[in-house]
């Protein structure tokens, strides 16, 4: 305090009013300070978060650095905690909290699923192939599921009335699925036959049509081989006819 006092006082020689000078000494001070916490507080949570948990470290900066905003604005004097306890500030704090706490938890889903799946394809032995074809998949479809509700989530937080757009994407789902029946089949067939393991990465398959060679990926809807001259067939799986699998014998 007595240090503010002083450079406030050689601020306020400089011409300006003392209650001026003081002013911008604390603004400036509360600003400097902020961001030198806010710095500290993410260089030890990346040290703490290293490895595995690094993807928690984006939304806990972005509220350390919202946190150092509000105690920037603190120090010029904005009175932060009186706003908040305004109807509007309750509002606006409270969505704000809701969408922070939506979207950490997201985050830490999606990295405790990547763990499990870690630890599922390590342990498994005899079906690697197998998970190896499939989590792909799996992981994909629930990133998409994860992205989409905490999007609606969102929406909701900030006032948008999204009653209208899951009716939209009710219609515009029939829309595709009867517009895009290949695109369906391809899809319904994969899955079937992935859960089915009649082939899996890696291994040497023959599907009809004159399409044979090593599985090199197989999405949701087609299935890459690569044949004995080197050439690329991607085969949709609706185009299969049958699956001889040739790494499978006896």
Same mark, same amino acid.
């Given at each position: 305090?007595?240090?503010?006092?002083?450079?406030?006082?050689?601020?306020?020689?400089?011409?300006?009013?003392?209650?001026?000078?003081?002013?911008?000494?604390?603004?400036?001070?509360?600003? /400097?300070? !902020? *961001?030198?916490?806010?710095?500290?507080?993410? *260089?030890?949570?990346?040290? /703490?978060?290293?490895?595995?948990?690094?993807?928690?470290?984006?939304?806990?900066?972005?509220? !350390?650095? !919202? !946190?150092?905003?509000? *105690?920037?604005?603190?120090?010029w004097g904005v009175d932060v905690p009186g706003w908040l306890e305004t109807p509007v500030g309750r509002r606006v704090g409270g969505s704000a909290l809701t969408i922070a706490v939506v979207v950490l938890l997201a985050v830490v889903t999606r990295q405790l699923t990547d763990i499990l799946i870690e630890r599922g394809l390590g342990a498994a032995v005899l079906p690697n192939q197998r998970l190896r074809t499939l989590v792909p998949l799996l992981r994909s479809a629930f990133l998409v599921a994860l992205v989409v509700l905490v999007a609606l989530t969102v929406l909701a937080e900030l006032g948008v009335n999204i009653a209208p757009l899951l009716a939209g994407a009710g219609v515009a789902g029939l829309a595709i699925g009867f517009?895009?029946?290949?695109?369906?089949?391809?899809?319904?067939?994969?899955?079937?036959?992935?859960?089915?393991?009649?082939?899996?990465?890696?291994?040497?398959?023959?599907?009809?049509?004159?399409?044979?060679?090593?599985?090199?990926?197989?999405?949701?809807?087609?299935?890459?081989?690569?044949?004995?001259?080197?050439?690329v067939h991607t085969v949709p799986f609706s185009a299969v006819t049958s699956v001889v699998n040739r790494s499978r014998k006896g």
């Amino acid at each position: 305090e007595r240090a503010l006092e002083f450079l406030s006082d050689r601020v306020a020689a400089l011409g300006t009013g003392k209650g001026l000078a003081l002013t911008l000494v604390r603004g400036v001070a509360g600003t /400097v300070l !902020a *961001m030198v916490v806010a710095r500290l507080a993410v *260089m030890v949570a990346g040290l /703490v978060l290293a490895g595995r948990f690094q993807r928690l470290l984006r939304p806990l900066t972005v509220a !350390a650095w !919202a !946190a150092a905003g509000a *105690m920037a604005l603190t120090a010029w004097g904005v009175d932060v905690p009186g706003w908040l306890e305004t109807p509007v500030g309750r509002r606006v704090g409270g969505s704000a909290l809701t969408i922070a706490v939506v979207v950490l938890l997201a985050v830490v889903t999606r990295q405790l699923t990547d763990i499990l799946i870690e630890r599922g394809l390590g342990a498994a032995v005899l079906p690697n192939q197998r998970l190896r074809t499939l989590v792909p998949l799996l992981r994909s479809a629930f990133l998409v599921a994860l992205v989409v509700l905490v999007a609606l989530t969102v929406l909701a937080e900030l006032g948008v009335n999204i009653a209208p757009l899951l009716a939209g994407a009710g219609v515009a789902g029939l829309a595709i699925g009867f517009g895009a029946q290949t695109l369906v089949k391809d899809v319904i067939t994969g899955l079937f036959i992935l859960f089915e393991d009649s082939v899996a990465v890696g291994e040497v398959v023959d599907v009809g049509g004159g399409h044979a060679g090593v599985a090199e990926e197989i999405s949701i809807r087609s299935i890459r081989l690569r044949d004995e001259q080197g050439a690329v067939h991607t085969v949709p799986f609706s185009a299969v006819t049958s699956v001889v699998n040739r790494s499978r014998k006896g």
